[in-house]
């Protein structure tokens, strides 16, 4: 016993469905290419006192100056999630890189303003002041000095365990400045 | 009548799929340590080993023999007594705070005495240690002490502890040990 042919109407309703579906998704794919390149990617530029976030942790440059031959960026640095943050500029961490021209400076020490002592972990509602210390060369003169920031994305359930993750590193902003000397 | 009626129960497998799905549990609550509530006072007993909070004050500074440490907030240092169970371990411990946020045991005590996190609990063993947090003070009344294995590994045993019932006394100036 075979069942009937579905009527005409029947078909064409089915296969309109099928194709708006596909109409659908070709229509969002095109739409999402022109949004991405009607926004180009052009990294903030943040001035002194600026907030920016760095993932885990909310970073306020207050200062940037030179202090005996080295560069030394004065910030407020707050932990953002709610548990102690032993690593506060990401796994692996990427602490702000100094630019100068085309070279990029070493790791710089980084230090808390209040005694000097190495900055270990960041506690949750505790914001510290902390200093960035890049040693420079011997040859540097006094140009203006780039700052690039980079940011850790969270993610709820990340694509392997379905666990909470902070993944990779994104460029996140820019500070350009000229350092001024230490009062 | 059975397009409305397919419509219906695909509309149901949706719904049911999509429930599953906001209701299943993530790695995160799925894969956790067993915990104990242990009361204030008592004494806590995991697999691994067992601890008894002693007391508790705060201090605003740590005297260190590198220095003097200060801080936003306050120290907060918890006297314990653990010990291990079957075999030597060591272990690693968190303050819940009253708002929930967790803090781990502050790198800025490196000196001090006594440390659990660096003291290793052998079975039968009573060791006497100090656990230190930095943390705002309002953290304190109404948090708990919780005390693992480090790493936190998936059902294994760990306490959570209530504080002693009293505030902690504040030692206004450093103490050294």
């Not at chain 2, 129960?9 to 104990?36: H, S």
């Not at chain 2, 740590?62 to 371990?89: I, K, W």
Request: net charge negative; glycine share 8%.
């Amino acid at each position: 016993m075979t069942s009937p042919e579905p009527s005409l109407l029947r078909r064409m309703i089915r296969r309109a469905i099928a194709l708006s579906g596909i109409a659908a998704a070709l229509l969002l794919g095109w739409w999402m290419r022109i949004e991405a390149a009607r926004s180009p990617d052009l990294l903030p530029e943040i001035r002194l006192g600026e907030s920016v976030s760095l993932g885990r942790t909310q970073l306020r440059p207050d200062s940037l100056t030179l202090e005996d031959g080295r560069l030394v960026l004065r910030a407020l640095a707050e932990n953002v999630t709610g548990e102690t943050q032993s690593s506060p500029f990401g796994i692996p961490a990427r602490p702000p890189e100094a630019v100068i021209g085309d070279s990029v400076l070493p790791t710089p020490e980084i230090v808390l303003l209040r005694d000097q002592a190495p900055l270990g972990q960041l506690q949750p509602r505790l914001p510290e002041e902390i200093s960035m210390i890049w040693t420079l060369p011997e040859d540097w003169r006094p140009v203006p000095v780039t700052l690039r920031f980079s940011r850790e994305t969270f993610k709820l359930r990340d694509n392997l365990y379905g666990q909470a993750s902070w993944l990779g590193h994104v460029p996140a902003a820019t500070l350009t400045a000229l350092p001024g000397t230490a009062p | 009548m059975n397009l409305v009626r397919t419509m219906a129960i695909l509309l149901f497998a949706v719904a049911a799929l999509g429930a599953m799905m906001l209701t299943n549990p993530g790695r995160d609550r799925a894969f956790q340590p067993m915990v104990a509530r242990i009361a204030a006072g008592d004494q806590g007993q995991a697999r691994l080993f067992s601890a008894r909070i002693d007391g508790w004050h705060l201090e605003p500074a740590l005297s260190l023999p590198s220095g003097e440490r200060t801080s936003e907030g306050v120290f907060l240092v918890l006297d314990l007594t653990a010990a291990g169970t079957t075999e030597s371990t060591t272990l690693a411990a968190d303050w819940i705070g009253a708002s929930g946020r967790r803090y781990a045991t502050t790198a800025r005590a490196e000196g001090l005495p006594r440390r659990l996190d660096t003291a290793w609990m052998q079975p039968g063993l009573d060791s006497e240690l100090t656990a230190t947090f930095e943390l705002p003070e309002d953290e304190i009344m109404g948090g708990a002490l919780l005390l693992h294995l480090p790493r936190m590994p998936a059902l294994e045993g760990a306490l959570l502890m209530a504080p002693p019932q009293t505030p902690p006394a504040i030692r206004l100036a450093p103490v050294s040990r």
